[in-house]
């Protein structure tokens, strides 16, 4: 059993990541922005607690993290204004990875994306390219950090049902690169448990491959 904080609880990964930690004894504790946001959370097993991570110092996200013995990154702007993308998706992200250090815990689980890189050859006018910037900026400070990490990249996700099985993957891999929504849930959380799976990025899709045995190859 462990005691988990999940930062951007009310996400739809998160939302479905919650009732799988809560099954196996874990306790999780949702952070939230919106207080409306907290029955849907607490449907799920999980405490909320409402807290804007895009305005917390890393001293505030700290208070959130310590007595913790896990933090899942599954926050971001959504889209929407390359400032508002780089305040949350780099800069709330890279607040919280020092917030760990500081707050002694040192297993973390970034969900990221598929393919991102510091070379992500997104184009400048694109309007992903915030994004892909923030994403490849907030990864490598958690890579440079002191903590147990592992970054999670799915690649495109859907809302279909879980299948259970992927394929780990880079973005130059061929094929389509989907993933359902409860597929990159169930990963997170076996993440979380697999030592096999600490100091490494591991991009996926949906695959042949049971979950638990692809992130342990």
Same mark, same amino acid.
């Given at each position: 059993?462990?005691?988990?904080?999940?930062?951007?609880?009310?996400?739809?990964? @998160? *939302?479905l990541?919650?009732? *799988?930690? !809560?099954?196996?004894?874990?306790?999780?504790?949702a952070?939230? /922005?919106?207080?409306?946001?907290?029955?849907?959370?607490a @449907?799920?097993?999980?405490?909320?607690?409402?807290?804007?991570?895009?305005? =917390?110092?890393?001293?505030? =996200?700290?208070?959130?993290?310590?007595?913790?013995? @896990?933090?899942?990154?599954?926050?971001?702007?959504?889209g929407?204004?390359?400032? /508002?993308?780089?305040a &949350?998706? #780099?800069?709330?992200? !890279?607040?919280?990875?020092?917030?760990?250090?500081?707050?002694? &815990?040192?297993?973390?689980?970034?969900?990221?994306y =598929?393919?991102?890189?510091?070379?992500?050859?997104?184009? $400048?006018?694109?309007?992903?390219?915030?994004?892909?910037? @923030?994403?490849?900026?907030?990864?490598?400070?958690l /890579?440079?950090?002191?903590?147990?990490?592992?970054?999670?990249?799915?690649?495109?996700?859907?809302?279909d049902e879980?299948?259970?099985?992927?394929?780990? &993957?880079?973005? /130059?891999?061929?094929?389509?690169?989907?993933?359902t929504r409860?597929?990159?849930?169930?990963?997170?959380a076996? $993440? =979380? !448990?697999?030592?096999?799976?600490?100091?490494?990025?591991?991009?996926? #899709?949906?695959?042949e491959?049971?979950?638990?045995?692809?992130?342990?190859?």
């Amino acid at each position: 059993m462990a005691n988990v904080v999940v930062l951007g609880g009310h996400g739809k990964v @998160a *939302l479905l990541l919650a009732p *799988l930690l !809560v099954a196996r004894g874990d306790g999780v504790t949702a952070v939230v /922005r919106n207080p409306d946001h907290e029955s849907d959370v607490a @449907a799920t097993g999980a405490r909320p607690v409402v807290a804007d991570i895009e305005e =917390l110092d890393v001293d505030g =996200l700290a208070d959130l993290i310590r007595g913790h013995d @896990a933090v899942v990154w599954s926050a971001g702007a959504g889209g929407g204004s390359p400032t /508002r993308t780089f305040a &949350v998706d #780099r800069d709330a992200a !890279v607040r919280s990875i020092d917030a760990a250090v500081s707050a002694g &815990v040192q297993r973390y689980v970034m969900v990221s994306y =598929l393919g991102a890189r510091a070379d992500h050859v997104v184009p $400048a006018d694109d309007p992903f390219h915030a994004y892909a910037e @923030a994403k490849a900026a907030a990864d490598e400070h958690l /890579r440079g950090s002191s903590l147990a990490f592992t970054v999670l990249g799915p690649g495109r996700l859907t809302l279909d049902e879980p299948t259970g099985r992927i394929d780990v &993957v880079t973005s /130059r891999d061929a094929g389509d690169n989907h993933v359902t929504r409860a597929d990159v849930a169930a990963v997170v959380a076996a $993440a =979380l !448990v697999e030592e096999a799976t600490v100091g490494r990025t591991i991009g996926f #899709r949906n695959g042949e491959t049971p979950i638990a045995e692809a992130i342990r190859a």
